[in-house]
């Protein structure tokens, strides 16, 4: 079982930028694949990042790429995602997610089986 903590989200300005973080609970955090997904009101969940359990591999929805980065640090059970040149249509509520252990990374929310409570990200132009 896993349990999973976002924060770091806020209100900005388009062009500003923020960090979220997502802690995770237990000692297996390095077994599991990572993922970043959003979902604004009336809009379905969407896959934003996803990172392989070791880091080594990451992937990106087009709409972000070159403006977010996803990362993970395993001695802290913790993975980020920087954001940067935020746009209003960023706005919407992040969540995080992890697969089972060695699953391999997806962009698929059914492929995730642990979710945090979601951290709100409002983008104003």
Known sequence: QVQLVESGGGSVQAGGSLRLSCAA???TFSSY?????????GKEREFVAGISFNGGRTYYVDSVKGRFTISRDNAKSTVYLQMNSLKPEDTAAYYCAATAP????SSRAGDYNYWGQGT??????
């Open 120 to 125: 709100q990200v409002t983008v104003s132009s």
């Open 25 to 27: 609970s237990g000692r």
């Open 33 to 41: 694949a990572m993922g970043w997904f959003r979902q604004a009101p």
């Open 102 to 105: 060695y699953k391999s990374g």
